[in-house]
């Protein structure tokens, strides 16, 4: 481990996952102060049958997402942004393509020391100004609603295909191979009506993953020798 590498991890990382535990710990407690002020407080008490159903149907539907959710993010997001994109949420709407933006102005990679900072940056930076709209639709949300066009709000159903849009051109210049061939694969894999929705978002990443790994391998065999050391 060379100097960089050393102070990176001593100054940045370890801290980074210490006070990462720690506030994901605290933010995973706090879930549990609004059941425990109804209970408590307010009187109300479920029956625990329900809440073991309830707690059923939700483990039941997030499992596989739990485990593969995290792999699918973390090649780009790296560790700190996945402590910190899964504590404000919406990753794939606003965390993810605020750290590919980012990344892009700045011509930094993920996998790197520098792109992982620039994307923790950005994803920061996303979060406060995503509580300050959300502050703002909060209060005045049906308003600004009643104003607006009705081709805007139906236009609103196209932002998350849009993102997606966005994030997959960034990427398609850099492997104009590997892009469009996921694409087509998770396409027909969400298409599939013999497989279970369940299913559906693990397969998607798996194959992803296992197409990735095995391009890379082909490009390493024809070529060993790293760009740097031509």
């Known amino acids: 481990m060379n100097d960089i590498d050393k102070r990176f991890n001593e100054e940045y990382t370890q801290k980074m996952i210490r006070n990462g535990r720690l506030t994901t710990l605290i933010a995973a407690l706090l879930t549990f102060v609004p059941a425990l002020y109804l209970w408590l407080v307010m009187g109300y008490k479920c029956e625990w049958k329900y809440i073991l159903s309830g707690w ?13 959710e995290p792999l699918g993010f973390y090649p780009s997001m790296g560790l ?9 949420g919406n990753i794939p709407t606003v965390r993810l393509p605020a750290m590919l933006a980012a990344r892009a102005a ?4 993920a996998g790197t020391y520098k792109g992982e900072l620039v994307g923790v940056i950005a994803i920061c930076a996303s979060v406060f100004v995503n509580v300050a ?21 139906q236009a609103f159903n196209y932002v998350l295909p849009a993102i997606l849009g966005a994030v997959m051109a960034q990427y398609f210049p850099k492997n104009k191979i590997f892009v ?8 027909l894999i969400n298409r599939a009506g013999f497989l279970p929705s369940i299913s559906k978002f693990p ?3 798996i194959v992803s993953i296992v197409i990735g790994i095995g391009m890379y391998m082909k ?12």
């Open 133 to 153: 709209f959300v502050t703002l639709a909060a209060i005045a949300g049906q308003q600004i609603l009643n104003v607006l066009p009705e081709f805007v709000i």
């Open 203 to 205: 397969l998607a990443i």
């Open 56 to 68: 059923g149907i939700i483990v039941s539907s997030y499992f596989f997402i739990y485990i593969f």
């Open 106 to 109: 700045t011509g930094t990679e």
């Open 80 to 88: 700190s942004g996945i402590y910190v994109g899964y504590l404000a």
């Open 219 to 230: 490009v390493k065999a024809a070529d060993p020798v790293p760009t740097e050391n031509k």
């Open 180 to 187: 469009p061939s996921i694409f087509i694969i998770c396409l």
